[in-house]
């Protein structure tokens, strides 16, 4: 198995063959999540700590439960109970986290590079599950899994992104693991919600949402992240909807057997009606969900592997 990584802080850093790898791995895991009794104990004896700084239901609750059916020891510390409330700084966090002995520390933040840093200052496995607008490496790992499970391959697609992507590490992620197993990737999005200088990256960019969706094989929805807005970047939700959201009659302009997918939480209605988001013929919304849990146990399974190596070459060079 080839996975060098000591943290999955991005998809920038995996190569294409660590990607298989992860996808492979999680295949399996797949397979064990779908028998009565779902444990393994590849994990036994390990600490994860999940440290969430910005809400999350899905995938908190898919790592915690990827963690527990591994066999760990599983510790959420949601923000609103933390020090850092009371002005602690993440750094300040993160030492105290690491002084209780974690191996596994799942960070999600809402700075970009936030879990970078804290990677930089602790001794144990990070994994990134969302820092601001810049990675969200499990997501992209599970929606390759969802795409090569229902398309039976992870290369030469066509893939559209669609929406908010201006604000959405999950498009970042995507745009680079796709681009990474060489597949055509189409932007379609409002100008006001695309990044600058997108059009360098080597994807192709429309305005126009049933051009952009001409021969699709994905058809991956974004959440308008409003949150992340700080101005009027579009003109009202209705007119977006018109414009941008995916419907039956703009599903059409792409391939008949193209799949439907959203990271979730979904603004019904908004960006995707909701009759088309629970259509079990076009839709893999929910094997998405399915596929986290899966992909999450792989990259945690992989990652502990390459600390208790690190950990035992340690040791070996002590004892010399
Ligand atoms: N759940 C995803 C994220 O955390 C997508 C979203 O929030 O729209 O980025």
Same mark, same amino acid.
Request: proline share 3%.
């Given at each position: ?27 399996? %895991? ?10 393994? &104990? ?33 510790? @959420?510390?949601?923000?609103?109970? !933390? ?29 970009? +590079? ?53 604000? !959405?590490?999950?498009?970042? !992620? ?8 060489? @597949?055509?990737? *189409? ?11 997108? +059009? ?34 579009? =003109?009202?939700?209705?007119? %977006? %909807? ?9 599903? !059409?302009?792409?391939?008949? &057997? ?5 990271? +979730? =939480?979904? @603004?019904?209605?908004?960006?995707? &009606?909701?009759?088309?988001?629970? &259509? ?24 502990? *592997? ?15």
């Amino acid at each position: 198995m080839t996975f060098r990584a000591r943290h999955l802080l991005g998809i920038e850093h995996l190569a294409p063959l660590e990607i298989t790898t992860v996808l492979d791995l999680a295949d399996r %895991y797949v397979d064990l999540n779908r028998r009565t009794v779902k444990q393994s &104990d590849v994990l036994a004896g390990m600490t994860q700590i999940n440290m969430f700084f910005e809400n999350s239901t899905r995938t908190q609750a898919s790592f915690e439960l990827a963690g527990k059916r591994l066999g760990a020891d599983v510790m @959420n510390m949601s923000v609103a109970q !933390s020090s850092v409330k009371k002005g602690e700084t993440l750094i300040d966090t993160a030492m105290t986290l690491n002084a209780m002995h974690p191996d596994l520390l799942v960070v999600r933040h809402g700075a970009s +590079g936030a879990v970078n840093l804290l990677a930089s200052k602790v001794n144990c496995a990070v994994l990134n599950a969302g820092d601001g607008r810049h990675e969200h490496p499990t997501q992209a790992l599970l929606d390759a899994l969802t795409i090569r499970r229902a398309k039976g391959r992870i290369q030469r697609l066509t893939v559209a992104i669609c929406g908010d992507i201006a604000h !959405s590490r999950v498009a970042r !992620s995507n745009l680079i693991l796709l681009g990474k197993m060489e @597949n055509r990737i *189409r932007l379609i999005g409002p100008p006001t919600l695309m990044p600058a200088g997108i +059009g360098e990256f080597g994807v192709e960019v429309y305005d126009d949402m049933k051009k952009g969706l001409e021969g699709a094989d994905v058809v991956m929805m974004l959440r308008l992240q409003k949150e992340r807005m700080d101005g009027g970047f579009i =003109p009202s939700e209705r007119e %977006y %909807y018109h414009r941008y959201g995916l419907d039956a009659d703009k599903l !059409s302009h792409a391939k008949p &057997d193209a799949i439907v997918m959203h990271p +979730g =939480p979904m @603004n019904r209605g908004v960006e995707i &009606d909701g009759d088309l988001a629970d &259509d079990i013929n076009r839709s893999v919304i929910q094997d998405q969900v399915e596929m986290g849990v899966a992909v999450r146990m792989a990259c945690m399974d992989l990652l502990a *592997r390459n600390l208790r190596a690190e950990r035992g070459r340690k040791i070996a060079g002590e004892m010399v």
